[in-house]
């Protein structure tokens, strides 16, 4: 409760910045001075604090998960979980996190309950927040073990992509312009170490591969899902399985947006191959853990059925000829999957998903003439800008359109006045602040992304 009104209060602080008249003058005898007065920043609604405060507390307290005699895992120390299972001739650490030093405090934290060396490190797909920690926990005689195409994961997220990469995590995680952002809420616990140093894994695999450590069997299996590279580890002694980010609490996130297209229809698949082995511990890259046979066959069960119908869906739009607006319009999930509490769209989104879809099983082009060898937005933003009658007639509708709360039409606006001159400040301001208020959201990637946003936009006009 304290936690809550902690919140409440700084919420009220924000609403308390200082707001100025912003004066555009004229830039032709066509046009008038326009007075943008900012609306305030928008306010939390208390119910909406509260979810997210639960939402994070339930997610992301630091917590060691006892899940058997042997297994545990540290939860909520950083994004990334990290997994060990303790053998009779040494450690077995599931992922590493993102971040080298809360990393070396989890390993110790194991050391206190298995004095044993790391002698494999498995990772189940190659995304930074399961591998910046990495070295961290590598000591003399350590292997790493990764499926072939995690490897290439890691090296295009790392190495040739690798600027582009961390500009979309940020951007994801709201920190694209950290000094232009509002204060937040709430912090994501998302700190990735800013190392790039790689470490290459030593033994790789195609498609399965096992070993036997003291008492216990490891059996990998690639399982695309979240990346092609992923995989899920199965301990059949103690029926727990790793599954990585394959299953979490939350709509999975099956379009990132910022990110190349997954393979959704594999993904369904390997949920079905987990399944299909019936384990009793059900222990994810992020979120807790799912104990007992029967709970974890439903929850897959649900989650399967969830994704099998967006992705069916989608695909009979695509065949029916469908823009992805329309599709999204269309598509909403069975009430009774709609309503579980680990469907809730906290995470991934099924207006995502489904543009993921249609980004990876159609082309980019729609077969109309005009988006083939479509001019730069220059062109048809002039045009536009001239029919009009002025960027100071557009401004205006756009700050009408605020007030009434259309922030989407607002930003749209604007991005033709900035397409046609990007040195047009009110048109980012204007947007900045619609912006803000579509960041009151109750889905962790969607507050991220508007808050990169508006604070990138302030950046650009230095405000
Ligand atoms: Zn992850």
Same mark, same amino acid.
């Given at each position: 409760m304290i936690g809550i009104l902690v919140l409440v209060l700084i919420s009220n602080y924000i609403s308390l910045e200082s707001r100025d008249v912003i004066v555009r003058d004229p830039q032709s005898i066509q046009e008038s001075t326009i007075e943008y007065l900012p609306p305030p920043p928008p306010k939390f609604e208390l119910g909406n604090i509260i979810k997210l405060a639960r939402g994070l507390r339930k997610h992301f307290t630091p917590t060691m998960d006892q899940?058997?005699?042997?297994i545990f895992q540290a939860r909520g120390y950083m994004l990334g979980s990290i997994g060990m299972v303790s053998t009779s001739e040494g450690m077995v650490l599931i992922d590493a996190g993102e971040n080298k030093e809360i990393a070396s405090e989890i390993l110790k934290e194991f050391k206190t309950k298995v004095d044993l060396p790391v002698k494999y490190i498995i990772l189940t797909h190659g995304h930074l927040d399961h591998i910046l920690g990495l070295p961290s926990l590598v000591e003399d005689n350590t292997d790493i073990i990764s499926s072939e195409k995690a490897a290439l994961v890691m090296d295009k997220d790392i190495n040739w992509l690798g600027e582009y990469h961390f500009w979309a995590r940020a951007n994801q995680f709201g920190n694209a312009a950290e000094e232009y952002a509002?204060?937040?809420l709430i912090e994501l616990p998302y700190n990735p170490d800013q190392d790039k140093k790689i470490i290459v894994p030593t033994i790789t695999f195609k498609d399965q591969h096992s070993f036997t450590l003291g008492d216990k069997t490891f059996e990998l299996y690639l399982g695309p899902g979240e990346t092609e590279g992923q995989i899920f580890i199965w301990i059949p002694e103690d029926r727990a399985l790793f599954c990585g980010d394959l299953y =979490?609490?939350?709509?999975? $996130?099956?379009?990132?947006?910022?990110l190349e297209a997954r393979p959704v229809d594999q993904w369904i698949r390997s949920l079905k191959m987990i399944a299909s082995l019936n384990p009793e511990y059900l222990i994810p890259g992020h979120t807790r853990p799912v104990i007992g046979e029967d709970k974890i066959q439903q929850v897959l069960k649900d989650h399967i059925r969830a994704i099998e119908f967006v992705y069916d869906k989608s695909i009979a739009a695509i065949n029916a000829g469908k823009t992805a607006e329309e599709a999204i319009a269309e598509i909403k999930l069975p009430k009774d999957l709609a309503k579980l509490p680990q469907l809730?769209?906290?995470?991934?989104r099924i207006d995502w998903s489904i543009r993921g879809i249609y980004q990876r099983e159609?082309?980019?082009?729609?077969? =109309?003439?005009?988006?083939? $060898?479509?001019?730069?937005?220059i062109y048809k933003a002039q045009e536009f800008v001239k029919l009009s009658g002025g960027v100071d007639k557009i401004l205006l509708r756009a700050i009408e359109l605020q007030k009434k709360g259309a922030h989407q039409l607002v930003c749209e606006l604007c991005d033709i006045v900035i397409a046609a001159n990007?040195?047009?400040?009110l048109a980012r301001i204007i947007k900045s602040h619609s912006l803000d208020y579509m960041s009151?959201?109750?889905?962790g990637n969607m507050i991220g992304f508007y808050r990169s946003a508006a604070s990138l936009e302030r950046k650009a006009v230095g405000d």
């Open positions: 899940i058997t005699d042997d509002l204060k937040r =979490y609490e939350s709509f999975p $996130n099956l379009s990132s947006p910022l809730q769209e906290v995470y991934g159609k082309g980019w082009y729609d077969g =109309y003439g005009t988006g083939l $060898n479509p001019l730069p937005e990007p040195a047009e400040q009151l959201s109750g889905n």
